[in-house]
């Protein structure tokens, strides 16, 4: 077979690459043409001189600065010579810096100008001062004087500034004084730099937190093994928005009734110990006494045990917040240098309290998922297939039925559909249709692959986040949250989030599988799986990665700033709209030496932990 | 009793891995399960504890429907079948105490799993489980520092601290060489005799059927070829388990 596709004729061969290289060249052209490449510009002189001084503007960062000193010194002359009169010298003086220049010239002539007794090594410029404006210095160059404070210089005489009155040949030299200093721009530069380092430390910080149990989800070989029935899976699709409403009422009565009891660090203070002891014995006593063989009896007080126990948690961690704000302020002033600390547990404690209702309707949605999904497993066991198909079709029916409207309802907020009959009753009544369809297409037994469905929709979003550049999001984070670094460290957690996920998921999916068989073997569950047999083995490349990341999020971090985002973009942006070079080059020396110490630390840490 | 009813197992692309596999294992037997490569010995072990569904069949354990036992209850029944594997399976960056322990989680909350807690009478098992294997001064160890050998009692020892009725053992002692094979196995027949486990294991070398085991099932291409006691296997059945080339080295 091969040896007969050689044989083909070599005309068509050669026609053939004839016209993919014909394509080929096409398409480099094309891109010419789109990316306008035109060295006409390039061969300006005026492009040139600018190339020229921008240059080496950059190689002179502006970092430190020198007191100065200024002596000037003015020779009057006249332009052209007053009728009767020759040029003539001054006599060389003694004693002070002074120039001696001709008394008078011709236009456009050359004359010598020497400067005497100026200070050794002070430099500046040397120009022309016309009559019509004495404030105005028409500079012809610049000199530095030697080491007995003398310069010679070829002064040209404008050729257009004729003039009877007296004009001037003026010098202005400068020397340094004193030690150097840095300059504003420095400091500023100092200050953002920082800023950028931290903004990046926190943002992957909050990435690398949220990723890890995301991770998971977006793994392929956890995922591949987690089936359930049609029952169980329509139960845990309806638990979900059941059991966060629930959540999110339950936090906020929580909240309020913390709220009416806070009357006072002490008091607080007393809460939060009784109630955190109260929780713990609960706790131990729930989970360290689960035993299969109990009574029923047993089995409700452990149950409710463990839901007094769990209220109470919320209670006393709505009681810890506001004690934290109070503290926090209290402290506040009383600090001085480690205000910072107060302040740290002011907005920690406001963060607590603000993102608990949302945390606390996630884990009642979950558990009450569970628990109805674990309901659905006992039902499809139980029951004999005939029955079980009618329970599925109404169960899934409202489950997709419910989804469909909770996501028309998220539409029309994006899209202000504001028509209750697209929004609400064709999704609904679509995903009803598709729910019964669903359940009288499968066999009511078997395991519908749940777990591949979440996996690939955890995978679609994570794209979906990571292609979006973190200086795009800081636009959104800005309005959400004002011009500053915070935005800044909250769109590069954001991507940090998505593209960490990515990256630890692909090493769960690389781990060794036999640990993870014999863990399971065992008969440990799920969970226990993955904390035995999975996250011993990923901690040293997730710690590599997270180094990687964080390398990553200072660099971008350098030029979130520019949309606003916090950091030392903003700086560098508005010196280059300045054009002021010699600024923006301290900036970009700054982020280049950043960036390279960032790499070779997180190099020698990753070093560390594989 | 195990009883085995008809089990067959058709991987994906329709390999057929285990075909009408039926046989039955008395309390406290020491079964050898041989075969070549490839004949079917490790899916089989792995159909009994339902880490490979299988196709068709049932897997009937004292009494119980394994094969149609709920996620919870499979839970259960796994956590007294203890098993043994060829690469010892260890997790490698765990301590030797920790690997070992593992094989408490069936027993315990998951909820205390998560925090890496193990109570004080789980740690006393270990230890005495580690004791048995004469590797007790090991257990701070990382479990990838031990040796092969030490790994696979490593393996023991987390299988036995689950209290097993059975113990599978799937070619415990094929990445082993001939000395510690035998220590290994001396291990699994001490727990054989002393504690009544019963054990299932797969094997490559007939001295070491011949040695300790009480029965043999053969399986040749997912069919099972021979079943009865080791002295029974002569030179025809060997041929017929092994195939028409195979030559008797041990």
């Known amino acids: 077979?091969?040896?007969?596709?050689?044989?083909?004729?070599?005309?068509?061969?050669?026609?053939?690459?004839?016209?993919?290289f014909a394509l080929a060249i096409g398409f480099i052209a094309y891109a010419f043409q789109v990316t306008k490449i035109d060295l006409s510009e390039f061969r300006k002189t005026t492009r040139m001189e600018m190339w020229t001084r921008a240059l080496r503007a950059l190689a002179n960062p502006e970092i430190l600065e020198y007191e100065q000193v200024e002596t000037a010194y003015s020779s009057p002359v006249y332009l052209p010579c007053p009728e009767g009169q020759t040029p003539s010298l001054p006599?060389?003086?003694?004693?002070?810096?002074?120039?001696v220049a001709p008394t008078c010239g011709a236009l456009g002539e050359t004359v010598v100008v020497e400067g005497f007794n100026f200070t050794p090594g002070s430099t500046g410029p040397i120009g022309f001062v016309p009559s019509t404006n004495l404030e105005l210095l028409l500079i012809k160059g610049t000199v530095t004087a030697d080491e007995e404070g003398h310069f010679t210089f070829e002064f040209p005489l404008p050729n257009d500034r004729a003039s009877v009155d007296v004009q001037y040949i003026r010098v202005v030299l400068r020397e340094n004084v004193g030690a150097p200093f840095f300059t504003e721009n420095a400091s500023a530069t100092w200050e953002k730099i920082v800023e950028t380092v931290f903004m990046a430390f926190l943002a992957t910080l909050i990435g690398t937190i949220l990723s890890f149990p995301i991770s998971f989800l977006a793994a392929r070989n956890l995922m591949v093994n987690v089936k359930s029935p049609l029952t169980s899976m329509a139960l845990n699709i309806i638990g979900w928005p059941v059991g966060i409403f629930a959540g999110g009422l339950l936090a906020r009565w929580m909240m309020q009734l913390s709220s009416i009891q806070a009357g006072g660090i002490w008091l607080d203070i007393a809460s939060v110990v009784v109630g955190g002891g109260i929780v713990w014995f609960l706790l131990r006593w729930a989970l360290l006494s689960a035993d299969e063989n109990a009574s029923l009896l047993k089995r409700l007080l452990r149950i409710t045990a463990l839901l007094f126990a769990s209220l109470l948690f919320v209670y006393a961690t709505y009681d810890l917040t506001s004690l934290g704000i109070l503290a926090g302020e209290a402290l506040l002033p009383k600090l001085?240098?480690?205000?910072?600390?107060?302040?740290?547990?002011?907005?920690?404690?406001?963060?607590?309290?603000?993102?608990?209702?949302?945390?606390?309707?996630?884990?009642?949605?979950?558990?009450?998922?569970?628990?109805?999904?674990?309901?659905?497993?006992?039902?499809?066991?139980?029951?004999?297939?005939g029955p079980l198909q009618v329970i599925n079709a109404l169960l899934a029916g409202m489950a997709f039925a419910l989804l469909f409207v909770l996501l028309g309802a998220g539409i029309d907020w994006l899209y202000q559909v504001e028509n209750n009959l697209y929004v609400y009753t064709i999704p609904g009544a679509a995903g009803g249709v598709l729910g019964v369809l669903l359940a009288f297409l499968t066999k009511p037994k078997t395991s519908l692959p749940i777990g591949l469905v979440v996996y690939f929709i955890t995978r679609t979003i994570l794209n979906a986040v990571r292609s979006v550049e973190a200086v795009i999001m800081a636009i959104v984070f800005v309005i959400f949250v004002g011009i500053g670094p915070f935005a800044g460290v909250l769109a590069l957690g954001l991507h940090t989030v998505a593209s960490l996920a990515k990256l630890y998921s692909e090493q769960v999916e690389s781990i060794m599988p036999g640990p993870l068989e014999a863990i399971e073997a065992t008969g440990a569950n799920r969970l226990q799986t993955i904390v035995y047999g999975v996250i011993p083995q990923i901690i040293p490349p997730y710690i590599s990665y997270t180094m990687y990341r964080w390398d990553i999020n200072v660099r971008m971090s350098t030029i979130i700033?520019?949309?606003?985002?916090?950091?030392?973009?903003?700086?560098?942006?508005?010196?280059?709209?300045?054009?002021?070079?010699?600024?923006?080059?301290?900036?970009?020396?700054?982020?280049?030496?950043?960036?390279?110490?960032?790499?070779?630390?997180?190099?020698?840490?990753?070093?560390k932990t594989v | 009793m195990l009883h085995i009813k008809n089990l067959t197992k058709v991987y994906e692309g329709s390999v057929q891995a285990l075909t009408d596999v039926s046989f039955e294992v008395p309390k406290g037997q020491f079964l050898a399960v041989i075969g070549l490569s490839g004949s079917g010995k490790s899916t089989l072990l792995r159909c009994?504890?339902?880490?490979?569904?299988?196709?068709?069949?049932?897997?009937?354990?004292?009494?119980?429907?394994?094969t149609a036992a709920s996620p919870e209850e499979l839970r259960r029944i796994r956590r007294k079948i203890g098993m043994v594997f060829q690469n010892f399976n260890l997790v490698h960056r765990s301590k030797v105490m920790?690997?070992?322990?593992?094989?408490?989680?069936?027993?315990?909350?998951?909820?205390?799993?998560?925090?890496?807690?193990?109570?004080?009478?789980?740690?006393?098992?270990?230890?005495?489980?580690?004791?048995?294997?004469?590797?007790?001064?090991?257990?701070?160890?990382?479990?990838?520092?031990?040796s092969g050998g030490q790994q696979q009692r490593v393996g023991i020892a987390r299988a036995m601290i689950q209290d097993p009725d059975m113990i599978l053992a799937d070619e415990p002692v094929a990445s082993l060489d001939p000395v510690l094979a035998h220590s290994i196995m001396r291990y699994l027949?001490?727990?054989?005799?002393?504690?009544?486990?019963?054990?299932?294991?797969?094997?490559?070398?007939?001295?070491?059927?011949?040695?300790?085991?009480n029965r043999v099932v053969a399986l040749n291409e997912g069919r099972v070829v021979f079943e009865g006691l080791p002295r029974e296997i002569d030179d025809k059945k060997f041929k017929e388990i092994y195939g028409r080339d195979a030559e008797r080295v041990g």
């Open chain 1, 1 to 20: 077979m091969k040896e007969k596709k050689n044989n083909k004729p070599t005309v068509w061969k050669s026609v053939r690459n004839g016209i993919y």
């Open chain 1, 91 to 99: 006599e060389v003086g003694f004693g002070g810096p002074h120039l």
């Open chain 1, 336 to 385: 001085g240098w480690f205000a910072f600390l107060a302040n740290f547990i002011y907005q920690s404690s406001d963060i607590l309290h603000t993102i608990m209702i949302l945390v606390v309707a996630l884990i009642v949605g979950g558990a009450v998922s569970s628990l109805l999904s674990r309901i659905g497993q006992r039902t499809n066991e139980r029951l004999s297939p």
């Open chain 1, 561 to 607: 700033g520019i949309t606003g985002g916090g950091g030392i973009g903003f700086l560098l942006v508005q010196n280059i709209n300045l054009l002021n070079y010699r600024a923006a080059s301290t900036q970009m020396l700054a982020i280049a030496i950043v960036v390279a110490s960032m790499d070779y630390i997180s190099s020698k840490l990753r070093e």
């Open chain 2, 48 to 66: 009994i504890n339902r880490l490979i569904e299988p196709t068709s069949g049932q897997v009937i354990w004292n009494g119980i429907d394994v």
């Open chain 2, 98 to 146: 920790t690997n070992v322990l593992a094989g408490r989680l069936g027993y315990n909350s998951p909820a205390w799993s998560l925090i890496n807690r193990f109570s004080r009478e789980d740690k006393e098992k270990a230890m005495k489980q580690l004791t048995r294997v004469g590797i007790e001064d090991k257990g701070g160890y990382r479990a990838d520092e031990l």
């Open chain 2, 189 to 213: 027949e001490q727990i054989n005799k002393e504690d009544g486990v019963t054990v299932l294991c797969s094997l490559h070398f007939l001295d070491i059927v011949h040695k300790y085991a």
